[in-house]
């Protein structure tokens, strides 16, 4: 799992230990058919606070309720399983047919060595791999480029956990306003730049980076993993050309440009000419994207991102 949950709610944990509070843990290891939230989503509990999240709420309070009237183990870990008859399905809200299995581990002062470490590698943007030994509770980390799936058998879970994926948007108007209101809200980390520090001064999207810089400088020095995705958007060829030298050759996994079918073209030609190769060509998605007929702002920017979605599905790193 790649979210930039994941380190808050580590960070949190991490924090009511280090207070002396009891805490749990609790992370879906399976599900089946609807899932309001994807395997491997955590969240933190202690009896008068919580962060993250396994439903959007009803799995939440029930785990409440089981810490509240003391059915929560304080000292090993415990399966519990949601949606296993219709009733409970509609007492908990969950989508018709979907089951949840939830690990609740319960967390003491040993544990903060391990948390220590993963909060200190997802920091620094670097993806590890959680193997929690389920007859011994104990947890170790360990590195993990690829993001996995969460594995679950008799004796260890293993999960991936990951930095937040980042995005850098090359250009400040409009569109670059609503595209990161929707990134924002689907877990992304935005970073905004332009050369033009008037419209930097009249951004109306949300309360993220805005850096004033020539692109190139900009993506070398924030464009460092490969969870990073790059997208132009200034209309001018000058300032995107520039961006995309650097960004086809950076870590970056989703290039983007915005344009039409002839911009495409052309941009293609003159950054062939500037010395890319047809493999790093190859890797621009540009016009950027889904095909979906897209005109205004709002359109284009679900366009992208459900292109972006769709790829992240797929990926292999």
């Known amino acids: 799992m790649i979210c930039g949950q994941d ?26 058919g609807s899932s309001p939230r994807p395997v491997g989503s955590m969240l933190g509990l202690t009896r008068s606070h919580q962060v993250g999240s396994l439903s959007g709420g009803c799995v939440e309070d029930d785990l409440i309720e089981k810490l509240r009237v003391g ?27 979907g ?7 319960a967390l003491g002062q040993q544990s903060t060595g391990w948390l220590d470490e993963a909060v200190d590698a997802l920091s620094s943007r670097t993806s590890i791999l959680r193997h929690l030994d389920l007859l011994s509770a104990a947890c170790r980390i ?15 879970l293993v999960q991936s956990l990951g930095p937040q994926m980042r995005m850098l948007l090359v250009g400040a108007g409009q569109l670059s306003q609503v595209l990161s209101h929707l990134a ?13 520090r ?18 190139d400088d900009v993506i070398a020095t924030h464009i460092t993993d490969d969870q990073s995705l790059v997208i132009t ?13 650097e960004a086809l050759e950076s870590k970056a996994w989703y290039v983007g440009a915005l344009g039409s079918l002839r911009t495409t073209s052309a941009r293609h030609e003159r950054l062939s000419q500037l010395g890319l190769k047809t493999g790093q060509l190859e890797r621009l998605r540009a016009p950027v994207g ?12 679900i366009a992208i991102m459900a292109e972006i979605t769709k790829e992240r599905k797929t990926r292999t790193v």
């Open 142 to 156: 360990t590195a993990g480029r690829q993001a996995k799936p969460v594995t679950i058998d008799t004796a260890t």
């Open 198 to 215: 008037e419209v930097l001064d009249q951004w109306a999207g949300p309360p993220i980076p805005l850096i004033e810089g020539l692109p």
């Open 233 to 245: 958007l200034t209309h001018d060829p000058r300032i995107d050309d520039m961006a995309l030298l």
């Open 290 to 301: 889904l095909d979906i007929g897209s005109k205004t702002p709002w359109e284009i920017a």
């Open 99 to 105: 089951r949840l299995e939830v690990l609740v581990e």
């Open 71 to 97: 059915e929560l183990n304080k000292t090993a870990l415990q399966r519990l399983h949601y949606g296993v008859s219709a009733e409970e399905n509609e007492r908990l809200g969950l989508p018709c047919g």
């Open 7 to 32: 380190l808050e709610v580590l960070k949190q944990v991490l924090s009511w230990l280090k207070d002396g509070e009891t805490t749990w843990l609790c992370t879906i290891v399976g599900a089946t």
């Open 184 to 196: 924002v809200a689907m877990d992304y980390e935005v970073i905004v730049t332009d050369t033009r």
